[in-house]
T-cell receptor
């Protein structure tokens, strides 16, 4: 049973703070993703990683960076949090080379930036 | 622009009724996914459709895929209150890009 965990369910930060969101998966998946979800906008891809130390920008990377030092862990970093980054953040993983490429999602982190 | 469009965006229906959610996508895709999301929760995978004409069913939900029309449907049969949730479809991009495009979701409310 695939498990994707995220470090916090709820987080409140102040404008300008550096914020770390952690995601860990336990099924040896190669691909990991960070999305943000906002009402009426669906899920939008921030960054993804297909291997350790490899990363690719998604559709909305501005204001974010990522780190993948180990295969099971993918971190999202808000260098200087702003109020427009208040959102639900979802991490997902998927194995490489499987025919269905199904994504498995973590429980989400609801971030509020004051 | 690559788009995945769902309709309706909101759906309120009585228990026992049938309805269909539509998912149109603008690019060639190998696979289509349906997810369910309960309020405040994450996304739960419902179906993965891999080829033209694919049909999958689980309980009162049935999903189908027409790759020529770039259309997938999620059909709800005899709705019950427990099906109230937001439903998302998504497609993955051509091989090698590792990207998925999600629809904006359909919020379903089943009234008792």
């Amino acid at each position: 049973d695939v498990k994707v965990t995220q470090s916090s369910r709820y987080l409140v930060k102040r404008t300008g703070e550096k914020v770390f969101l952690e995601c860990v998966q336990d099924m040896d998946h190669e691909n990991m993703f960070w999305y943000r979800q906002d009402p009426g906008l669906g899920l939008r891809l921030i960054y993804f990683s297909y291997d350790v130390k490899m990363k690719e920008k998604g559709d909305i990377p501005e204001g974010y960076s990522v780190s993948r030092e180990k295969k099971e862990r993918f971190s999202l970093i808000l260098e200087s949090a702003s109020t427009n980054q208040t959102s639900m953040y979802l991490c997902a993983s998927t194995p490489l080379g499987q025919i269905d490429n199904e994504q498995f999602f973590g429980p989400g982190t609801r971030l509020t930036v004051l | 622009e690559l788009k995945v469009e769902q309709n309706p965006l909101f759906l309120s229906m009585q228990e026992g009724k049938n309805y269909t959610i539509y998912c149109n996508y603008s690019t060639t895709s190998d696979r289509l996914y349906w997810y369910r999301q309960d309020p405040g929760k994450s996304l739960e995978s419902l179906f993965v459709l891999l080829s033209n004409g694919a049909v999958k069913q689980e309980g009162r939900l049935m999903a189908s895929l027409d790759t020529k029309a770039r259309l997938s449907t999620l059909h709800i049969t005899a709705a019950v209150h427990d099906l109230s949730a937001t439903y998302f479809c998504a497609v993955d991009m051509p091989s090698g890009t590792y990207k998925y495009i999600f629809g904006t979701g359909t919020r379903l409310k089943v009234l008792a």
